[in-house]
């Protein structure tokens, strides 16, 4: 382990497994392609009325829908987060080391379902549209510069001996 790599971050920055903490872009670009389906959890913990919810953030019902394929993959990408630890499945730690190209590919089916909701569909406004496209930039910008994601895919969890 390179201790350059690591000087600026503190003790708190690191987890049980003496890896460094994701950093928080991953959750916040897991967010973002899975919104659909944080949408879904949060119309039914609306117990007043459940559809109100989806409809105020997809008024139509087919957006959700895509919504929800499109976040699909962000969701695979979410149980690989969650299994990754000591003693995981050789295709946990094959799929971790590819994690980044997991993120790229979700970003880009959730703006291509976008671009067809847009173009084909007519379910979207140029202006959302145009607010993903650039989210998605950023985050893949993000994805490929931060070095914090590159020391995360690097390091994978192994037993600490006590």
């Keep these: 382990m390179n201790k350059q790599l690591y000087s600026q971050y503190s003790l708190k920055d690191f987890n049980k497994f003496d890896c460094l903490k994701l950093s928080i872009g991953i959750y916040a670009l897991l967010a973002f392609v899975t919104r659909g389906y944080i949408v879904w959890i949060m119309s039914i913990s609306n117990m007043n009325n459940q ?14 829908y895509l919504s929800l394929g499109s976040g699909a993959l962000g969701l695979f990408v979410f149980l690989i987060i969650t299994l990754r630890r000591p003693n995981a499945p050789s295709w946990i730690k094959y799929c971790w080391q590819h994690i980044r190209k997991f993120l790229l590919c979700a970003l880009v089916v959730d703006l291509a379902i976008s671009l067809m909701g847009y173009f084909y569909l007519s379910l979207l406004s140029f202006t959302w549209l145009l607010i993903q496209v650039v989210i998605t930039l950023v985050l893949v910008v993000f994805l490929y510069t931060n070095k914090k994601v590159k020391l995360n895919i690097q390091e994978f969890p192994e037993d600490i001996e006590k």
Excluded: S
């Design 51 to 64: 559809t109100d919810t989806i409809q105020m953030i997809f008024p139509d019902p087919k957006m959700f």
